[in-house]
């Protein structure tokens, strides 16, 4: 059965081959250089920002594309289809909505047009070495001085941190008053000598995807660079805008799952064992039954979502429900069809196994989906 989300419209669908193209001829050659060098090319994300793809839903009026969550969603499923799990786009569109939605004015006209050009590939920075979920664990200072902020600290598991140039970081700027003391500072990567990049991080997925240990070490913030211009509102910020992200996660964690679906019905029509096709044997056909069952519920309830997004009606819970049930029914789809693969879904060579080494992750970055059930738990 063939689900037409109600979202859908003829300016979307050419969108969609628009962006199809490009991933064709842009990305998806590539993500085998990508994976060895650890990172993507640079000239994508200018490529990107000619095609209107890395600001597809912030207002022209700050260098955008002018259009809404539909058309990111379009561009991650795209992705997702592709397998493409190297270019960092998710957290640049994030970076991109904490300054438009809790951003000052200035800071939206000297930031936005530069990320949705390219010109600058932007990161956020929460995890340090000893605080994942746990933000007010943070241990990262942001001090304010006569000329500005001097922020001092390490980051890690920092998605785009290799290549960025504009790094959101969660920092304390009052130590002593919690939750209340955290701000988010607007750290320019350039020809900031407080700032250094660490190694890449090996992986075990995701290899092309620049994933860094960050070092600030009296970074320099301008005076007006903490988000929104007022020190302490950090946290109420982060709770505000982790919605979106979560979101993003459930939108590639369908596209994923249709993928493999389709990868494995294709294996096992052409694949024979004991005189037939693997697809003829009552096993394997549960499986993909099932299997087909989930994605269409997957994608029912993912659609829905993408609707609530563009309503403004998403909130914290059904962004948690999203995150966690997809990723991981993602996970456990990419492992059935990994298993009717054979020794086959076990060689990198083969798409289901990439995405099975690539999958994993879903379920711990963007919050743990522990605490997504804790965050599900306390609206009962």
Not at 182 to 194: A, D, F, K, Q
Not at 254 to 270: C, D, N, P, S
Not at 271 to 278: I, K, P
Request: net charge negative; glycine share 10%.
């Amino acid at each position: 059965m063939d689900i037409t989300p109600s979202w859908m419209n003829p300016e979307l669908e050419s969108f969609r081959d628009a962006v199809r193209r490009f991933v064709a001829s842009e990305v998806a050659p590539h993500g085998e250089r990508w994976r060895h060098q650890q990172h993507v090319d640079r000239d994508l994300w200018t490529k990107a920002g000619a095609m209107g793809l890395l600001a597809a839903d912030i207002p022209d009026a700050y260098g955008g594309s002018g259009g809404n969550f539909a058309h990111m969603a379009i561009v991650f499923e795209e992705l997702g289809y592709a397998g493409d799990m190297a270019f960092g786009l998710h957290v640049h569109a994030i970076v991109a909505h904490y300054l438009l939605n809790q951003g000052t004015e200035e800071q939206k006209r000297r930031y936005l047009p530069k990320l949705a050009s390219g010109e600058m590939i932007a990161a956020i920075a929460m995890s340090e070495p000893g605080a994942g979920s746990d933000l007010k664990g943070i241990r990262t200072t942001a001090i304010e001085g006569v000329d500005g902020y001097r922020v001092n600290g390490s980051k890690t598991f920092i998605s785009n941190g290799y290549l960025a140039d504009l790094v959101l970081v969660v920092a304390k700027t009052d130590p002593a008053a919690g939750a209340k003391g955290i701000s988010l500072m607007l750290v320019e990567t350039r020809g900031n000598p407080g700032f250094r990049v660490g190694r890449i991080l090996e992986k075990v997925g995701q290899k092309g995807q620049d994933t860094c240990e960050l070092f600030f070490d009296d970074a320099h913030v301008s005076l007006d660079g903490v988000l929104g211009g007022e020190a302490g509102k950090g946290f109420v910020q982060l709770m505000s805008e982790l919605p979106y992200e979560r979101t993003i996660i459930g939108v590639a964690g369908v596209a994923a799952i249709e993928r493999a679906l389709q990868l494995t019905v294709e294996h096992t029509k052409q694949r024979r064992a004991f005189g037939q096709a693997l697809i003829e044997m009552q096993n394997t056909r549960f499986v993909l039954a099932e299997i087909k069952t989930e994605a269409t519920v997957a994608r029912v309830f993912i659609d829905r979502c993408i609707e609530d997004m563009l309503a403004g009606r998403m909130d914290t819970v059904l962004a948690s429900m999203a995150k966690y049930w997809i990723s991981d029914l993602q996970c456990k789809v990419v492992d059935q069809c990994v298993q009717l693969f054979g020794g086959y879904g076990y060689m990198l060579e083969y798409p289901i196994a990439q995405m099975y080494v690539d999958a994993r992750v879903q379920r711990i970055y963007g919050g743990a989906n522990e605490i997504m059930k804790e965050i599900i738990a306390r609206s009962l």
